[in-house]
């Protein structure tokens, strides 16, 4: 069964300071997912890894996948109080016939204070 | 580009009951997948659905049903309740189900069992 998990769980950072977010995954994968998710709301797609090596970056934000090591990082640079959120990552697997079911980590809450 | 779309937002049943929930997804998106999301388990694949059928499923009992209909709407299902069945269901829509596609989540549905 596919684990995945994501640490920390918990971070708490000031504005402008950089930090990383690990999720590890248990099974081959070379697609995964992050997510931000703000209190009350639903998800919304920040990042699709659809390869080793892959990086993307979207403003603050950069996530690399590395399938060898089954590992993703989701990078922080100068954090903002805006980036106060919830990150999940998600690892996508084949089943039944499809390649829909994601399987997620248990989230990390991310507070950014001044 | 309208979004995906649920109803309702949020609902109340008391155990026993059932209660179908409906998601709409983006226009020309044809394949639906529904997650739970608690706050002990986190986030749940419960199954996925394309072009009428059920592609894929997650490890839920037999109370948790779903469908979909030709225009892509799904519905899904919980019969004979009970407290744990209380949480958000996402649900959410992508182009494809045969190859990597990113999911793009709606709203959500919470559920409360009393």
């Known amino acids: 069964e596919l684990k995945v998990e994501q640490n920390p769980l918990f971070l708490s950072m000031q504005e402008g300071k950089n930090y990383t977010i690990y999720c590890n995954y248990s099974?081959?994968?070379?697609?995964l997912y992050w997510y931000r998710q703000d209190p009350g709301k639903s998800l919304e797609s920040l990042f699709v890894?659809?390869?080793?090596?892959a990086v993307k970056q979207e403003g603050r934000l950069m996530a690399s996948l590395d399938t060898k090591a089954r590992l993703s990082t989701l990078h922080i640079t100068a954090a903002v109080h805006d980036l106060s959120a919830t990150y999940f990552c998600?690892?996508?697997?084949?089943?039944?016939?499809?390649?829909?079911?994601?399987?997620f980590g248990q989230g990390t809450i991310l507070t950014v204070h001044p | 580009k309208a979004g995906v779309t649920q109803t309702p937002r949020y609902l109340i049943k008391t155990r026993g009951q059932q209660v179908t929930l409906s998601c709409s997804p983006i226009?020309?998106?044809?394949?639906v997948s529904w997650y739970q999301q608690t706050p002990g388990q986190g986030l749940q694949f419960l199954f996925e659905?394309?072009?009428?059928?059920?592609?894929n499923k997650g490890n839920f009992p037999g109370r948790f049903s779903g469908r979909q209909f030709s225009n892509s709407r799904s519905e899904m299902n919980v019969s004979t309740l009970e407290l744990g069945d209380s949480a958000l269901y996402l649900c959410?829509?992508?182009?494809?189900?045969?190859?990597?596609?990113?999911?793009?989540f709606g709203p959500g549905t919470r559920l409360t069992v009393l």
């Open positions: 959410a829509s992508s182009l494809r189900w045969d190859r990597v596609d990113t999911q793009y």
């Open positions: 099974t081959t994968s070379d697609r």
């Open positions: 890894l659809l390869s080793n090596g």
């Open positions: 998600a690892v996508a697997t084949a089943g039944g016939t499809s390649y829909g079911k994601l399987t």
């Open positions: 226009s020309g998106h044809r394949s």
């Open positions: 659905y394309f072009s009428e059928t059920q592609r």
